[in-house]
């Protein structure tokens, strides 16, 4: 991935999800808070890190799809590790 690419993709029940991927290395997903966005990462800058800060579904730029629970939150992280491909990563 380059060192600064947006993506987007479609969760399993029809929802857009929207991020972007900042620096290139070892992976740090970053999960903002209820009611926030990708935003809340957008000066966070990590030396040899690709830092990924998408926004969750009902908030930001990413559809809402079906439902907003916090399991189906859970099922579009799982899904969007997925689409990036990543297997050893950071959460913050």
């Given at each position: 991935?380059?060192?600064s690419a947006q993506f987007s993709f479609t969760a399993s029940d029809g929802?857009?999800?929207e991020g972007v991927v900042q620096g290139e290395g070892v992976a740090v997903?970053?999960?903002h808070?209820?009611?926030a966005s990708r935003l809340s990462f957008t000066e966070l800058r990590l030396p040899g890190c690709a830092v990924v800060t998408y926004d969750q579904r009902?908030?930001?730029a990413s559809g809402r799809g079906g439902e907003l629970r916090v399991r189906r939150l859970a099922q579009d992280l799982s899904e969007l590790m997925r689409h990036l491909d990543l297997r050893d990563v950071t959460l913050v």
């Open positions: 991935m380059a060192p929802a857009r999800i997903v970053c999960v808070g209820w009611g009902g908030h930001g």
